[in-house]
């Protein structure tokens, strides 16, 4: 969340308002009516729109003027590459370089991502699963040689493989290997790092794949608590990891089922935590969350039209009391968001925040009918398929049989029969349909980008101390082999320059790779 606030909580016309309505509940187990007994009347949420493309230095660009006009956090995109634990040069990297986010590869690619950026005071997020231990360690080396030391540093690492291979696909390692590389950066973190949220469980990802929202819910939750067992069984009590973890969920565009959706995730997650580990810190059973509006709602047709979608979704995600919350831009269908479309994007935060009226009152919807049956009925039918997951033995084993995935593609199928049947409308689509001559401007990638960090990597290999450069990568080997946490390791592999191709190829002689089912 971002600033204090001051306000005399009264309407437009002059109307007071009060904190609540109805029973008191808010910031109390289950947390049904928000985490904070006065939510955004206190704080607002962090406006933290999702940024990366091209270079390290384009995208450090973009970071200050979002900051500039008014963003509280930053969140990172990176290029499929980096996304996939693979250097700029690899040649598997071909023609992917900084196209969808940012080409990171080595330490001082993070060092001009972040030149300038007072990390003591901004809250990063990193959009990074599969390497996320070595990106995370890059930003923690970066901040050091900045004078912030690992402890003052915060933020979050997305680092949630689980949903890598139920919907998006940029896991590397087999799951056994990529649970053991989560539970160390607890570890670590716990230890080291006691600020950064070590973890963001992405029911995003599941939802722009096709599911529903009570299928983003209980997958989500399911996958969550497959984690808070692995860091258990590696020896760790709840308390120790369980304030840390937060959440990721979409917002789309049916508004009440949405704010109900996270009204009923709060509550499922603070009582499956309750019931099952008896936590002694109420943090640990209270489920806090990043927000992004759905990209898979964006059309290309009429792009426009995308601006008032992304209004009501986060109007949604705002009435059901997220803690952070990125606005996409109006033409992220066509191409990577441009400085005007990204301004426009924030503003619509800014003016949900300050004219709406939906930041004044805890919990604006509680108390509808339609609301608590929704919540009600989400919870309940998120429940009983968490239940389903677990008779196969839970989330791991249920992704190995395809069982996610298959449910993921029969949404999306009828879905997609429901918009081409015309039986569901969208505008500019199957409905509202107009030719269009002029498209807005889109974004490009710099295409030499590649090229340049070619040369760049090169230089870095010739430059370094390739003994003490390989003595590392032999020590992540070793580790990796054995029991020892990685993320010391990795660590040291970065301050002798090593790469991120490097530390994971590293990583991937003992670990291997593997390959998901697809459900069918």
Do not use: W
């Given at each position: 969340m971002s600033s204090q606030r001051t306000n005399d909580w009264r309407t437009l016309g002059g109307i007071e308002v009060p904190k609540i309505l109805g029973s008191d509940e808010s910031g109390k187990p289950p947390y049904t009516r928000g985490i904070h007994d006065t939510m955004y009347r206190s704080r607002l949420w962090t406006m933290r729109q999702y940024?990366?493309?091209?270079?390290?230095?384009?995208?450090?660009?973009?970071?200050?003027?979002?900051?500039?006009?008014?963003?509280?956090?930053?969140?990172?995109?990176?290029?499929?590459?980096?996304?996939?634990?693979?250097?700029?040069?690899?040649?598997?990297?071909?023609?992917?370089?900084?196209?969808?986010g940012v080409s990171i590869s080595c330490l001082d690619d993070m060092r001009i991502l972040l030149k300038g950026i007072p990390l003591d005071k901004v809250s990063t997020s990193m959009t990074i699963n599969a390497p996320a231990m070595v990106l995370l360690a890059m930003y923690v080396v970066v901040a050091e040689e900045n004078g912030v030391s690992q402890s003052q540093v915060r933020g979050t690492i997305q680092n949630d493989i689980l949903k890598e291979y139920i919907a998006r696909g940029t896991h590397i390692f087999p799951p056994g290997p990529s649970m053991r590389l989560i539970t160390d950066i607890f570890e670590h973190c716990a230890q080291e790092i006691p600020s950064w949220n070590t973890i963001?469980?992405?029911?995003?990802?599941?939802?722009?794949?096709?599911?529903?929202?009570?299928?983003?819910?209980?997958?989500?939750?399911?996958?969550?608590?497959?984690?808070?067992?692995?860091?258990?069984?590696?020896?760790?009590d709840i308390d120790m990891f369980g304030p840390r973890l937060s959440f990721f969920f979409n917002c789309h565009n049916d508004f009440f089922e949405e704010a109900s959706k996270f009204r009923a995730a709060r509550k499922l997650w603070h009582d499956l935590i309750t019931e099952r580990y008896d936590p002694k810190n109420p943090k640990s059973a209270m489920l806090r969350f990043h927000t992004q509006v759905a990209g898979v709602s964006l059309t290309a047709q009429q792009p426009l039209n995308n601006i008032a979608r992304v209004t009501i979704q986060a109007l949604a995600a705002v009435c059901g009391g997220t803690q952070s919350l990125h606005t996409n831009s109006y033409d992220e269908a066509l191409g990577l968001p441009t400085e005007e479309s990204a301004t426009v994007a924030l503003r619509t935060q800014q003016i949900i925040a300050e004219e709406s009226g939906a930041a004044s009152i805890v919990d604006p919807l509680g108390g509808s009918y339609f609301v608590e049956m929704l919540t009600e009925e989400i919870y309940n039918q998120a429940r009983s398929k968490i239940h389903d997951i677990e008779k196969i033995g839970g989330a791991l084993k249920a992704i190995e049989a395809g069982f996610q995935q298959k449910e993921i593609h029969e949404a999306a199928w009828e879905h997609l029969t429901q918009v081409e049947s015309g039986d569901r409308k969208i505008v500019g689509v199957n409905h509202g349909v107009l030719e269009e001559d002029d498209m807005p401007p889109v974004l490009k990638p710099d295409p030499n980008l590649g090229i340049r960090q070619k040369e760049k990597l090169a230089r870095i290999r010739e430059s370094r101390n390739s003994e003490d450069a390989e003595i590392a990568l032999g020590l992540i080997r070793k580790g990796a082999d054995g029991d020892q946490n990685l993320f010391p390791l990795v660590i040291e592999a970065l301050r002798c320059d090593c790469t991120l191709g490097e530390i994971i190829s590293a990583m991937k002689d003992v670990f291997g790779t593997w390959m998901a089912p697809s459900g069918f």
């Open positions: 940024a990366g493309f091209s270079s390290a230095e384009e995208t450090n660009e973009r970071f200050k003027l979002l900051l500039e006009r008014g963003q509280k956090g930053l969140s990172v995109a990176f290029d499929l590459p980096t996304q996939l634990g693979l250097d700029a040069d690899d040649e598997m990297s071909e023609g992917e370089v900084g196209k969808v963001s469980i992405s029911g995003y990802h599941i939802r722009e794949a096709g599911s529903t929202a009570v299928q983003e819910v209980a997958f989500t939750i399911a996958n969550a608590l497959a984690y808070v067992e692995a860091a258990i069984d590696k020896g760790l």
